[in-house]
T-cell receptor, first 115, second 114 residues
Framework: NAGVTQTPKFRILKIGQSMTLQCTQD?????MYWYRQDPGMGLKLIYY???????DKGEVPNGYNVSRSTTEDFPLRLELAAPSQTSVYFC??????????????FGPGTRLTVL | AQSVTQLDSQVPVFEEAPVELRCNYS??????LFWYVQYPNQGLQLLLK??????LVESINGFEAEFNKSQTSFHLRKPSVHISDTAEYFC????????????FGSGTRLSIRP
């Protein structure tokens, strides 16, 4: 199993450009998440999904969009990039179960800089 | 609502010295507790978790954490650290429901000096 994969690893965008961060997992997990990590701020949840066709906002959704057409893929879209979106982005997945005790599996991250 | 507070943003220690990374949580309901580790330029990975039973849980690389319900704490300890333990450590909580989201603390950067 490859686990959770993310592409690209690095990207530099100009203000106003758009891009899609890709995330794929091969563990058949229903739950998937997008986080951003800023220095000293820990992880902030952007969007999450509990299954194909179902997405919901997290703590910091403004400026982002997601879709979940398949169990495996959960892309994150930035429509009009702003310097405030400079961050490291992590995708994660978790198996659905009868309780919240399962761990999340994280991808290696995408480092995005908006200039 | 739940929250997690990691009291130290950075902890420098000498190699082979003991270390404690502090974590306190707040929740009106029972929770599961986790410690995740992030090595440089990598994603987070689970270090250990407390679900129920014995309040002391251990990881395979010598870390341990103790759940203290009365103090709402879940501090992480290691009696002797190695250079390879250099990483950022995140405490996290999750509710019992399968729909619960994991709430992460702000992280503690552990730096080991030779």
């Amino acid at each position: 199993n490859a686990g959770v994969t993310q592409t690209p690893k690095f990207r530099i965008l100009k203000i106003g450009q758009s891009m899609t961060l890709q995330c794929t997992q091969d563990m058949n997990h229903n739950y998937m998440y997008w986080y951003r990590q800023d220095p000293g701020m820990g992880l902030k949840l952007i969007y999450y999904s509990v299954g194909a066709g179902i997405t919901d906002k997290g703590e910091v959704p403004n400026g982002y969009n997601v879709s979940r057409s398949t169990t495996e893929d959960f892309p994150l879209r930035l429509e009009l990039a702003a310097p405030s979106q400079t961050s490291v982005y992590f995708c994660a997945s978790r198996p659905s179960s009868s309780g919240g005790f399962d761990e999340q599996f994280f991808g290696p991250g995408t480092r995005l800089t908006v200039l | 609502a739940q929250s997690v507070t990691q009291l130290d943003s950075q902890v420098p220690v000498f190699e082979e010295a003991p270390v404690e990374l502090r974590c306190n949580y707040s929740s009106s309901v029972s929770v599961y507790l986790f410690w995740y580790v992030q090595y440089p330029n990598q994603g987070l990975q689970l270090l250990l978790k407390y679900l129920s039973g014995s309040t002391l849980v251990e990881s395979i690389n010598g870390f341990e954490a103790e759940f203290n319900k009365s103090q709402t704490s879940f501090h992480l300890r290691k009696p002797s650290v190695h250079i390879s333990d250099t990483a950022e450590y995140f405490c996290a909580v999750s509710g019992y429901s399968s729909a619960s989201k994991i709430i992460f603390g702000s992280g503690t950067r552990l730096s080991i000096r030779p």
